[in-house]
C-alpha cells in the first residue's frame, strides 16, 4: 500500500507542485490585493524579506522611519504588515479594545518555553488580569521601599564613580559609563523586584554574568526574529530543545536559572516586613511559576530600557556644552537653595526633581530625540477592518488579516510637530508658549511609555531612576565624551538598544 502510494505521489508529481505553486501564488496576490491601497516598498507588497534585513543589520527602527518618510505615515513593510508614524492613529490602535497584541509577541517576546509573563501575553483578558495583580507593586502604592532603594542604588554609583574613575590634572582616565549604568539599572531592579540589590555597583561587575547573558539572549532572539524562525522557541516540542532554559550557561538561560534561584530563596524565607515589589505581586496572588516570570520580565526589560534611556539623554547633553552648563546651573541653585541635603548626605527627593524645569525638558528631549524602545510593537487589526483619520483629516481603511506597527523615531521627529529642527536636540523647545502645541506635544511624547492598557508599568520606577542619576551626577561631576568620534558600540535587538564602550572622562566638580 505504501509503495503504491509513493508511485502515485511521483506519478502526478508535476501535478502536484503546480497546483501547490498555484495556491502560493494566488495566497500571495490576496495578500498584495488587500493592502494595495497603501504605499510601501515594492518588494515589501511580497515579501518580509526587507524588514527581517533590517532586523538583521540592527536597525530596524530606521527602516520603520525612513518607509514613513517616503511613503507616508501609514506605509506597507510586509504581505500583511503595516508601519505608522501617526500618533494620532497610534492612540486609536491602543485605545480601541478591538485590537489585540500580534503573534509576534507569542513567538519573539516570550523569554521562556511557553510561558507568558505580562509583555507577552496576547490574551486580552489574561493580561489585563495580571495586569491588575503586579500594577500596585509597580506603581510604588504597596513598594513603600521603591525611592528609598534607588536613593542608595545612586549613591553607591556616585560612591564608585567618586573613588574609582575620577581624571585629574595629574592623571586623566576614562570610564565606560555604558557598563556602570547597566550596573545602576540591574541593581535597582533586583533591589526593589527581590529586596536585595545584586551589589553590581558595590563589585564593580557583572556579578552572575546577568547582564552578558541578557546581551547574548537578544543577539540570538533577534537573529531568529531576522531569519523568521522566532517561532521555532515556541513551537510544539521542538520549541523545548531550542528555546532558551534554566540549565543553559549562557544567554537568556543563564539569567532565567539566576532569577529563579533568587526568587525560589526569597520565597522560602519568612516574611521579612519589607513592602517591595515581589511582596506586592504575592499579596495580589501572582505565585509559583507566574510570579517567577513576572520577576524575569522586570529585569529584562526594566533594566535594559532605563539604561538605554539614560546613555542617550547623557550622550545628548555631553555633546552639547551649552546643555550640560545651563543644566549644572539650575541643580547649583537648588543645591544652594537648602532644599536638599548635601553631597553625600542624601539624594534630591523626587518631588523635587520633578519640579525643575531645565531637567524635565532635558528628559523630555532625550526620550524624543533618542526612544529606548524602538519596537514595531504590532497589534493585530480587528478582522472586519478599521477605518484610521490621519491628522490631515485622511481617513485609511485597515483591512482585516492584518498588522500595525509603530515607527516611534519617526513620530518623535516629526517636523511638523515639533518643528523644522525636529532631528536636533534642543531641550529648550518644551518653553513652547503656544500651550495647544505644547500640549499636543507632551501628549506624543508620553507615549515613549506606550499609552492605555499597554502603558509600560515601570514607568514609575523609571523616571526615579532618570531624575535622581542625572541630578546627582552632574551636581558632583563634570562630564566629557573621552572619544567623540566614536562615543558608544551600539546595537538594537528586538527593538532595544545594547551599549558598550561609552568612555567618559569625569572630573570633580565638589
Known sequence: MINQAAELLFQYR????????????????????????????????????????????????EFYSDVNKKYGPIARIGPDAIVTSSPEVWLHVNTKPEYKRSDWYFHAARIEYRRDNIFSQTNAELHDQRRKQIAPGYSGRENLELEGDIDRRVQEFLDLIGTKYVSTEARSRAVDMAKKIQYFTMDVISAVAFGEPFGMLIEDRDIGGFIRSSEEGLRI??????????????????????????TDQKGFGAMMRACFDVVGDRVSKPDTGRRDMMASFIRHGVLGDDLKSEVLEQLVA????????????????????????????????????????????????????????????????????????????PKDVPKGGDTVTLASGEKVFLPGGTYIGVATLKMHRDKELYGDDADLFRPERWFEEDKEKLAAMTKVNDLTFGHGKWQCLGKTVAQMEINKLLFELFRSFDCALARPSKPWDIGNFFGLFVINDMPIQITARV
Not at 511580497?46 to 540592527?58: C, E, G, R, V
Not at 532572539?221 to 534554566?246: E, V
Request: positive net charge; aromatic residues 8%; glycine residues 8%.
Open 221 to 246: 532572539g533577534n537573529a531568529m526574529m531576522a531569519l523568521g524562525l522566532s517561532w521555532l522557541a515556541q513551537s510544539p516540542g521542538l520549541g523545548k530543545l531550542l528555546g532558551p532554559k534554566p
Open 302 to 377: 526594566g533594566s535594559d530600557t532605563t539604561a538605554g534611556a539614560l546613555r542617550g539623554i547623557l550622550l545628548y547633553v555631553l555633546s552639547h556644552p551649552r546643555v550640560q552648563a545651563k543644566l549644572q546651573d539650575e541643580i547649583d541653585e537648588v543645591a544652594r537653595s537648602g532644599r536638599i541635603p548635601q553631597v553625600g548626605e542624601g539624594i534630591i527627593p523626587q518631588n523635587l526633581a520633578k519640579t525643575l524645569p531645565y531637567l524635565q525638558a532635558v528628559i523630555r528631549e532625550g526620550l524624543r530625540i533618542w526612544p529606548p524602545v524602538l519596537n514595531l510593537l
Open 14 to 61: 508535476w501535478h502536484l507542485l503546480v497546483t501547490a505553486f498555484a495556491i502560493y501564488a494566488v495566497q500571495k496576490v490576496i495578500a498584495y490585493k488587500r493592502l494595495s491601497h497603501i504605499k510601501g516598498p515594492w518588494l515589501a507588497a511580497w515579501s518580509n524579506f526587507p524588514q527581517n534585513k533590517a532586523i538583521f543589520t540592527k536597525k530596524a527602527y
